[in-house]
């Protein structure tokens, strides 16, 4: 008997490899995303055990969590622009080699100030890498595969944001090594230089053949501009809202003005614009951009309104909440798994205008379990509208990205991706600020429904501890004015000076230890019912702000795959050698319906 043996050939053996090191580089993109949006929500629950460590002031708190954001909002679109030009491979290893330092900067902290400027280094590493992950994805897979990488990519902005919280609070209680909160910034450390690691081995370089070098005065002025937006919306709040906010906001507006026409003259002149505006001729550009904005307001601000009231107002415990808000993950992952593969093909737009129904419909359903159970509601009271929460928020988040991309050249993917995280990153900040202030005017306006709600039982145990109706009076009249300085003090951290003498009200000798535990119960039952009610009403705003996303889906098309292939604006920017226009023809593909248009 003659044995034969065959071996694939080189190309199928060297096909079978590349196919294999893609999914690879996916993979690790996908971590790098993950790292950062976790990081985004994870510090929120060390915030104490931060403060107690470092005696860090509240206002240094606040720029613990709000530096990494800033930084990471003004480099999106200048980072984006860099991947284009230098390397997407190179701009996302340099951020996660960045990312990855400034995460041990942050572990190693021994003072607020070095945790503030470590935070704000982690944010800005991150906005490198970030954009560089949809690029990624854009011009490394073909239409036909991109509804299920970007499925994959759906479920994990869906998850991060609930398993921040749930993961920070169980790093935080396991004080592994009696490092108390430093582990929510190290555990990046190894995931990092694994990812580095794999990324040498399997990402491929790619960059565009059109921006020849940085815009360097359009970077300076996107980024004053993004500066001046995103910090008074991030600091509005906590100085009362001053005209010197109104003014930045307004000045804002006047740099992207001047942006827009430096950027139209450029790219008629030197060329390589830092953003591209012929990409807001394309429709399905330009409105999906418009509608990712709006849906995370409504989003941004959801999330924001979700923790005050888990956390501060029911008092659950960071594992607590993130574990009940892992139905809306589920949801989610679920939903972004087949929306673009499986239903977009079949129902078009009537998918994402589902989502924005379903993920109202479920924010709709968590006000009425707030109304029907009130501060006694259970984690299974909020299971069902979670999860139609994140299916709405699945069939949304990977169509829509889908749908903006879609039409965007392969040289631009980088500049596009920028500008798509910009929008999100925008739309959070407008939620936060605009569901902060909705929240916290209702919170104070309506402190007194929340002492009216306990005071019945309030009195019955104060007449048991023996005090008389006089004295009874006058310490509910207390407890009153502690609740609502409370409600309006911007500072959590701090005891208002009404609440600290209430018990001393108290006439009866021996009778205020007593008096204390009862007006502490008193406190934390009225400000559970004042949480709950303000939670209801706040999110019935974020109802309306997906109303609006829906109604702007009627400006997409009916069968989404219809946006024009030859995509205006587009022609001349494609060259006129065979390598630019193979390149410009690959874009002209019909990402919703896996046909070539070119």
Not at 377 to 391: D, H, K, N, R
Request: charge should be positive; proline fraction near 5%; include cysteine.
């Amino acid at each position: 008997m003659v044995w034969q043996w065959s071996c694939p050939p080189i190309s199928q053996r060297r096909s079978t490899s590349q196919e294999r090191r893609r999914w690879i580089a996916l993979a690790v993109v996908l971590v790098a995303g993950f790292m950062d949006l976790l990081d985004t929500t994870i510090v929120n629950v060390a915030v104490p055990s931060i403060q107690r460590d470092l005696g860090a002031q509240y206002a240094q708190l606040e720029w613990i969590v709000a530096g990494y954001v800033l930084a990471f909002a003004v480099v999106l679109i200048t980072s984006g622009r860099l991947g284009d030009i230098y390397g997407r491979r190179r701009l996302f290893l340099t951020g996660v080699a960045g990312f990855t330092i400034a995460s041990a900067l942050c572990g190693i902290a021994c003072s607020p100030g070095m945790l503030i400027v470590s935070r704000f280094l982690q944010g800005g590493t991150a906005g490198l890498m970030v954009p560089q992950i949809l690029a990624f994805i854009h011009v490394t897979f073909p239409p036909n595969e991109r509804g299920r990488v970007l499925g994959i990519f759906g479920a994990i902005v869906g998850s991060a944001a609930v398993v921040g919280p749930t993961f920070g609070g169980v790093l935080v209680d396991w004080n592994a090594f009696g490092l108390d909160w430093r582990p929510i910034f190290l555990v990046n450390v190894p995931v990092g230089i694994g990812a580095i690691a794999a990324a040498l081995f399997a990402m491929r370089e790619s960059k565009s053949a059109t921006a020849a070098k940085l815009d360097l005065v359009g970077a300076g002025l996107v980024t004053a501009a993004i500066a001046m937006l995103v910090y008074p919306l991030m600091e509005g709040r906590r100085f009362g809202w001053p005209a010197w906010t109104f003014a930045m906001m307004a000045g804002a507006v006047a740099v992207l003005a001047v942006l827009v026409v430096y950027e139209h003259r450029r790219a008629r002149t030197i060329g390589s614009p830092l953003i591209v505006l012929g990409l807001f001729r394309v429709r399905s550009f330009t409105i999906g951009c418009v509608l990712w904005l709006i849906f995370w307001i409504a989003l941004g601000g959801f999330f924001l309104v979700w923790t005050l009231y888990m956390q501060l107002g029911l008092g659950w415990s960071p594992l607590r909440a993130g574990l009940t808000a892992g139905a809306f993950a589920v949801g989610a992952a679920v939903a972004a798994a087949i929306a673009v593969e499986v239903l977009i093909p079949r129902y078009g737009r009537q998918v994402l205008m589902a989502g924005a129904l379903l993920n109202a419909a479920g924010f709709a359903s968590c006000v009425w379990a707030e109304g029907r159970y009130g501060p006694a509601i259970t984690s299974w009271q909020l299971i069902a509208p979670l999860a139609i929460s994140g299916l709405g928020f699945g069939l949304i988040v990977s169509p829509t990205i889908d749908f903006v991309l879609a039409a965007v050249p392969k040289d631009d993917a980088g500049s596009a991706s920028g500008l798509v995280n910009t929008a999100q990153q925008l739309g959070v900040a407008l939620g936060v600020a605009l569901a902060g202030v909705i929240f916290f005017t209702q919170l104070d306006s309506g402190s007194d429904r929340g002492v009216d709600a306990v005071i019945p039982r309030v009195r019955t145990e104060l007449a048991v501890a023996g005090l008389d109706e006089q004295a009874q009076a006058r310490i509910i009249s207390g407890l009153r004015v502690c609740v609502q300085d409370r409600s309006a003090n911007t500072n959590p951290t701090e005891t208002p000076m009404s609440c600290r003498g209430i018990q001393g009200r108290a006439t009866q000798p021996g009778g205020r230890d007593r008096v204390t535990e009862i007006l502490s119960e008193a406190g934390e039952m009225a400000n559970a019912e004042n949480f709950s009610r303000t939670f209801g009403l706040t999110l019935w705003w974020a109802v309306g702000i997906l109303a609006a996303v829906f109604a702007g889906l009627f400006a997409v098309p009916r069968r989404v795959g219809q946006h024009s292939p030859h995509r205006p604006g587009f022609d001349a920017h494609c060259g006129a050698t065979p390598v630019d226009q193979s390149i410009c023809g690959a874009a002209r593909v019909d990402a919703w319906s896996g046909r070539m248009s070119s």
